[in-house]
């Protein structure tokens, strides 16, 4: 096999099963929320408002989806490190679900007490942070954890 952009094949190919699907979980969340942050960018179709009910200046929607498709830009970066073998990418990718983590249960437990929606309706909204958990507990798993940091021969 070839090495495509500086991701080992065969290396890839004898990884555990779960750091496999983790990586896949990564790549796959990672695609959707630039797919989604890029849908905000670029909309389907123009809705026109009157002026006044805009409360928002275009700067500042600016400043935010460009931090998001930053964001965005990060977590590919990211699953491309992780495609690589990378055990500092699997350590960001494991703060960074935590802290998703974290603001998911903030998120689910104030819609809950503040709003009348369900959690599975909830759910089908943020799927995509779900996995990005479902994905960092699978590169905590200890086979996982040894295929990026493999032990090293001491001297």
Not at 95 to 112: E, K, M, P, R
Not at 124 to 152: D, I, M, N, Q
């Amino acid at each position: 096999m070839k090495n495509i952009l500086g991701i080992n094949l065969i290396e890839l190919k004898n990884a555990p099963v779960f750091a496999k699907i983790a990586i896949l979980i990564y790549w796959v969340a990672s695609l959707q929320y630039l797919y989604v942050t890029i849908g905000g960018i670029f909309p389907d179709k123009i809705i026109r408002e009157p002026i006044s009910t805009s409360t928002i200046p275009v700067v500042v929607i600016i400043w935010i989806e460009a931090i998001l498709f930053a964001f965005g830009a990060l977590k590919l970066f990211l699953a491309f490190k992780l495609s690589t073998r990378k055990n500092w990418a699997r350590i960001a990718v494991l703060i960074l679900s935590t802290l998703l983590a974290v603001f998911l249960v903030q998120g689910v437990i104030n819609t809950v007490i503040i709003g009348p929606l369900h959690f599975f309706t909830l759910l089908k909204g943020t799927y995509g942070l779900f996995a990005e958990v479902a994905a960092a507990f699978l590169l905590l798993l200890p086979k996982s954890r040894g295929w990026f940091a493999p032990k090293r021969a001491s001297a």
